[in-house]
């Protein structure tokens, strides 16, 4: 492939993307991406084969961008509240990374609100290993006799904090203003997430560090 044709290709994608984040599968026009890539209407079938197989590529584009950093470096020592720290932290790192484009999120958003066929088992394996990865966490942390159902509520509960920032990051601006919420960076939201989340769950203060332990709040 020539570097004309690569550079067509990554402008539909980078189209593609911002008219399916904006639109969805179903409202976006192959005309549409291609004016705004200005591209030929007959790209998008050379390059993609069609829209939908377009729209799947672009959410492989989107789920895996930010997703190189290597696996967390845990040894027997660290404790799951140094586990969910860490989790979080890479989690809005992801959401957060002022160089991601930002119809990644918005397309990934809209996908797992609406998840469409195409992209099922494009994105199944992505988040099936965060939410495992979520699950034990919780499993070391909670009572052993803690219904599977209640770690999962607790689960999303934690995903729902660190998605607010992201996607509600408009109404945040709206009621603190925008040199406060600018001061809301990772290890801020990561340290307040991670705090709350441990608090809830009968924890004391998290104290930060693998090595560190955090103990049980004793009820009396």
């Keep these: 492939m ?34 705004r890539a200005e591209a030929n209407l007959a790209a998008v079938n050379y390059h993609f084969g069609d829209k939908e197989q377009l729209y799947v590529e672009a959410v492989k584009q989107a789920q895996c961008s930010g997703h190189d950093e290597p696996p967390p470096d845990w040894t027997p020592k660290t404790t799951p509240q140094a586990k969910l720290g860490e989790y979080i ?56 006799e803690t219904s599977q159902t209640d770690r999962h509520l607790i689960g999303f509960s934690i995903i729902g904090q660190c998605l607010h920032f992201k996607i509600h990051k408009p109404i945040a601006a709206f009621l603190v203003g925008e040199e406060e919420l600018s001061t809301y960076d990772v290890p801020r939201l990561a340290d307040h997430i991670t705090r709350f989340s441990l608090r809830a769950l009968g924890y004391e203060e998290p104290i930060h560090g693998g090595e560190s332990s955090v103990s049980k709040v004793v009820e009396s």
């Design 2 to 35: 020539t570097q004309a044709a690569d550079d067509t290709r990554q402008r539909l994608m980078e189209a593609a993307g911002e008219v399916f984040a904006a639109k969805g599968f179903q409202a976006a026009t192959v005309r549409d991406i291609c004016g």
């Design 89 to 144: 932290r890479r989690m809005l790192a992801r959401l957060l990374d002022p160089d991601r484009p930002a119809w990644h999120a918005k397309l990934m958003a809209r996908e797992m609100i609406e998840p469409s066929a195409a992209c099922l088992d494009v994105m199944e394996p992505y988040i099936r290993a965060n939410q495992q990865m979520l699950d034990q966490i919780l499993k070391e942390l909670l009572p052993p």
